[in-house]
């Protein structure tokens, strides 16, 4: 993965496959460090805008993803890799701890005798 397509997913808070809540949009960098760098070629190719630092960031500047890096995060964010095929037992294992219902998993799938089995 480029360094450009982890600083805007990290920029806007989504993991490597571009998915999860946006819930924000910056990313703080100073001159000289090769984030910096990255993030200024980002700029150039209109898929960040770029502040001047300030007391607030440290002197460091702040970038933003424009709604065209937005885009370019969906567009080349990889697929994440395919949910692993489960056993009929581990589906039920997962459906009691999502059932939440403070049963043990013996109460929760009516064993009678624990020690039956």
């Given at each position: 993965m480029s360094d450009g397509l982890h600083i805007l997913q990290h920029s806007l808070?989504?993991?490597?496959?571009?998915?999860?809540?946006?819930?924000r949009n910056h990313f703080v960098t100073g001159e000289g460090s090769k984030?910096?760098?990255?993030c200024m070629e980002l700029v150039a190719q209109g898929l960040m805008t770029k502040r001047s630092g300030s007391q607030l960031?440290?002197?460091d500047d702040v970038f933003f993803v424009t709604p065209a890096g937005i885009d370019h995060v969906a567009?080349?964010?990889?697929a994440p890799p395919p949910e692993p095929k489960?056993?009929?037992?581990?589906?039920?294992?997962r459906d009691w701890i999502?059932?939440?219902?403070?049963?043990?998993?013996a109460e929760w799938l009516g064993v009678k005798d624990r020690h039956a089995w």
């Amino acid at each position: 993965m480029s360094d450009g397509l982890h600083i805007l997913q990290h920029s806007l808070g989504v993991n490597q496959y571009g998915q999860g809540a946006q819930y924000r949009n910056h990313f703080v960098t100073g001159e000289g460090s090769k984030d910096h760098r990255a993030c200024m070629e980002l700029v150039a190719q209109g898929l960040m805008t770029k502040r001047s630092g300030s007391q607030l960031s440290g002197g460091d500047d702040v970038f933003f993803v424009t709604p065209a890096g937005i885009d370019h995060v969906a567009l080349k964010s990889p697929a994440p890799p395919p949910e692993p095929k489960l056993t009929r037992s581990q589906k039920r294992y997962r459906d009691w701890i999502r059932a939440d219902t403070g049963l043990s998993f013996a109460e929760w799938l009516g064993v009678k005798d624990r020690h039956a089995w």
